[in-house]
């Protein structure tokens, strides 16, 4: 529901309506106000008073000069102490109060910073100067029957051109008019002799403090509501320059400030960068702590860390990274002991959760002033020690930096590798258990790197799902495998289906479904002939959009396997909430095969289970014949694993296959167009 504000700028409902007694209050002027919304009326008042002062002081200046003329002119010199008495001093007492008026309004324009009391009073005072001023004057030209607009152009100066509150201004009206009516109200007047108000006379005032009474309320309520909505827009102002240098959930720094800062102090000329450490800190098992307690108890968890960090790190930079994720900049001498008591005290907010500090270190060289790069390397420093529950500190060193510096290779380089053929597929088949031949491969990415050589999977794929690039790789596959398809069967030669590994990150950086679709018709592959894998693990998370994505490979025709079944926790509920065409087994299943004597009962159950749910069964890491006879004999359908061969270029495969070595199940025919 949308808010809006009530009389007092509060926030409120937008169908909550103001009562009676707010608006009376509002009406009135009695409502409280804001320090904002006092300061923005005595600013609008001393600005006013300028003005205000300014045509005071012309006016008495000229009432002064053509006073003094008429003297001398009509030789009224006889009446000079008359004159002096009701006149002059009255102008000289005018003109002095608006030229001090007028002093210190132009002093608050100006910057200069009065007393705000002496100011207030001194507007008071100015005020009732220019009332009496007008009550005096007036009544001596009543008794005389001129006019008595010096006291109307008093009243409307005071109450009109200043901004007061309603029930002030009713005070200050009301009193006035009361007074000055009694004062003329006693004198005869002038055309009949008669002692009193005539009707005319007091319908005429009365009409007259009303209208100036209505402008004051108006006046009032007007610069009250510009004084609320300005008040509200400093407040989203503040906001906004607060979330710029500060974390909104946790009120610590944010990244932004932290590497302003951090940026300056590496390029001060008297900074010891020998005595500086950059800490990276990682709250391991926050996830859980989230899923079991809920966002809200994990945000109180994340503010209250945050507060002793702020406490245990004071005078050092401390910022919130990211999530649960923190930085630090501070002085070296001291800070382990000053992370294991951080740790002791998290131990303290944890409740069931176990959670567990991780801290990383990165020393700057004399010569670094890249606070950004000094982060990445303490986080990946700390980074090393996750799910070590040993280990909760870590200085990066050189075996980090060689680390490090591959890992940027990797990240700085991905581009450069798909464009000039450094990544290279390899290929491992699949045998099926029925005939020992051949019946599908699986695509596994290498990168021959001209720096570093042949870099493994584990290498690079981790890094890429961290830097969100590798679908730039999986893309790169996609294109190699149909190029190879279409390469081998121009030439006549046999191929078989080919099983592609996806990520997860495929599906939210790049429309890989449509990429492989495009492919697959520039190359003329049939759809058979390509098939996608998923792991267990990468189902974990956001389920909903993987199972979305799971049904439009399908609904395109494309099978979809299970990868590295078992090796995750929620095996059961992914065959419960998913459809795969292929159960691929994982190879710790068959690490304690000779062994441990519960392996051949838990695998048989697997398969049989595939078998109820219509899906084929493929169990890898099999290395030894008597594994392979094992799964035959219990009716798995198909095998992968050093046994048969491990994953080889395309040239190395034909040999074999040329060889004898490998055989193609005949089920798959080359397909011409």
Not at 437 to 446: D, F, I, M, S, Y
Not at 558 to 577: A, Q
Request: proline share 2%.
């Amino acid at each position: 529901m949308s808010l809006v504000f009530d009389v007092r700028g509060e926030p409120m409902e937008k169908n909550e309506k103001t009562s009676l007694k707010d608006k009376l209050l509002l009406y009135t002027g009695l409502q409280k106000q804001t320090p904002y919304v006092k300061d923005y009326f005595y600013a609008t008042n001393m600005r006013a008073s300028i003005y205000m002062s300014v045509l005071v002081i012309v006016l008495e200046l000229w009432m002064i000069i053509r006073l003094t003329r008429k003297i001398i002119n009509e030789g009224l010199q006889k009446q000079l102490s008359y004159l002096i008495k009701n006149y002059f001093i009255n102008y000289f007492i005018l003109l002095g109060a608006g030229t001090v008026m007028l002093i210190f309004a132009v002093r608050f324009v100006t910057g200069r910073k009065d007393n705000k009391f002496l100011s207030l009073g001194m507007q008071y005072l100015f005020s009732f100067i220019c009332i009496y001023f007008g009550i005096k004057v007036s009544s001596h030209d009543y008794v005389k029957g001129e006019q008595i607009l010096t006291f109307l152009t008093m009243e409307l100066f005071v109450v009109c051109l200043l901004t007061w509150r309603p029930f002030v201004g009713f005070l200050i009206l009301t009193s006035s008019y009361l007074v000055f009516f009694y004062k003329i109200g006693a004198e005869p007047a002038f055309n009949t002799g008669t002692v009193g108000l005539t009707d005319a006379t007091k319908i005429n005032g009365f009409t007259m403090w009303l209208s100036t009474m209505l402008f004051c309320i108006s006046n009032y309520n007007k610069t009250l509501s510009q004084a609320l909505k300005d008040e509200r827009l400093e407040k989203v102002n503040d906001h906004l320059r607060s979330i710029s240098i500060h974390d909104e959930l946790t009120g610590i720094h944010n990244m932004v400030y932290f590497r302003s800062e951090a940026e300056k102090l590496l390029n001060y000329d008297t900074t010891d960068k020998n005595s500086i450490i950059f800490l990276f800190f990682d709250i391991e098992n926050f996830k859980s702590y989230n899923e079991k307690y809920g966002f809200h108890q994990g945000n109180e968890v994340l503010k209250k860390f945050a507060g002793l960090l702020n406490e245990v790190f004071s005078h050092s930079l401390v910022s919130r990274f990211s999530d649960d994720h923190f930085v630090v900049l501070t002085r070296e001498e001291g800070c382990q002991d000053r992370v294991r008591e951080l740790s002791y005290e998290l131990k303290k907010l944890q409740g069931e959760v176990q959670l567990q500090l991780k801290c990383g270190a990165y020393k700057p060289g004399d010569t670094e002033s890249d606070p950004s790069l000094a982060c990445d390397r303490a986080r990946f420093a700390c980074n090393s020690i996750k799910k070590r529950y040993e280990k909760s500190f870590r200085l990066y060193d050189k075996t980090l930096e060689d680390k490090f510096m591959l890992k940027q290779h990797i990240v700085n380089n991905i581009d450069n590798a798909v464009e000039n053929d450094w990544i290279r597929v390899y290929y491992q088949p699949v045998v099926s258990t029925r005939t020992g031949e051949v019946c599908g491969l699986e695509a596994l990415a290498r990168w021959k790197d001209p720096k570093y050589g042949l870099l493994p999977p584990g290498v690079f794929i981790e890094v890429l799902e961290e830097y969100r690039q590798i679908h730039k790789l999986d893309k790169c596959i996609i294109r190699q495998v149909c190029r190879d398809y279409r390469a081998a069967t121009d030439k006549g030669e046999g191929f078989v289906p080919i099983s592609l590994n996806f990520s997860r990150l495929d599906f939210e950086l790049c429309d890989i479904v449509g990429y492989m679709r495009e492919t697959a018709g520039e190359f003329k592959v049939p759809k058979e002939f390509l098939d996608v894998e998923i792991t267990e693990s990468a189902l974990t998370d956001q389920q909903d959009f993987l199972q979305k994505a799971i049904v439009v490979l399908r609904d395109a025709g494309y099978k979809v396997w299970l990868d590295d079944f078992g090796s995750g926790y929620s095996s059961l509920n992914v065959l419960k909430d998913y459809h795969f065409d292929v159960l691929k087994i994982d190879m710790k299943f068959l690490s304690g095969f000779a062994d441990n004597e519960k392996t051949k009962p838990i695998i048989k159950n697997i398969v049989s289970l595939t078998k109820q749910l219509d899906m084929v069964s493929l169990t890898e890491g099999v290395e030894t014949k008597e594994q392979f006879e094992f799964l035959s004999s219990i009716g798995c359908d198909r095998a992968q694993g050093y046994l048969f061969s491990k994953p080889i270029p395309i040239d190395q495969l034909r040999e074999k296959l040329d060889k004898g070595e490998l055989k193609f199940t005949e089920d798959y025919k080359p397909i011409q167009f």
